[in-house]
């Protein structure tokens, strides 16, 4: 009578062979998006906020110009202002000398 010894074969799982393929791509892709790939939306934001603060300059300009001070301080309307509420009262608080014993 003879005996066959047979090595049992081992199973490859490859759930985890599969999970580390997965991470490896996950992170070169993360590394090549925030280091090598072309910034054209950075380039077009910085772009447009350039134009947009020439604008605000130009507003900023044009606004300065056309109201100085004394043409806002002569206005009638602004000299037709008056106060709504009543001033306030001042009154002392606390001790004049906080450090004075009692």
């Known amino acids: ?7 049992e074969k081992k199973k490859i799982d ?3 062979i599969l999970i580390g393929l997965f991470v490896v ?6 590394v090549y998006y925030m ?11 910085v772009d447009s906020s350039e134009s947009q ?15 100085s001070p004394q043409s806002i301080l002569n ?8 106060a709504q509420v009543a ?7 606390g001790r004049s000398n906080p450090f004075q014993s009692f």
């Open 1 to 7: 009578m003879a005996f066959e010894i047979e090595q």
């Open 14 to 16: 490859f759930m985890p």
């Open 25 to 30: 791509v996950f992170v070169g892709a993360a």
């Open 35 to 45: 280091f090598f790939s072309p910034t054209l939306l950075i380039t077009s934001i």
């Open 53 to 67: 603060l020439e604008k605000s300059a130009t507003e900023l300009n044009r606004v300065r110009s056309a109201s």
């Open 75 to 82: 206005n009638q309307t602004f000299k037709e202002l008056r």
């Open 87 to 93: 001033p306030l009262s001042t009154s002392s608080s």
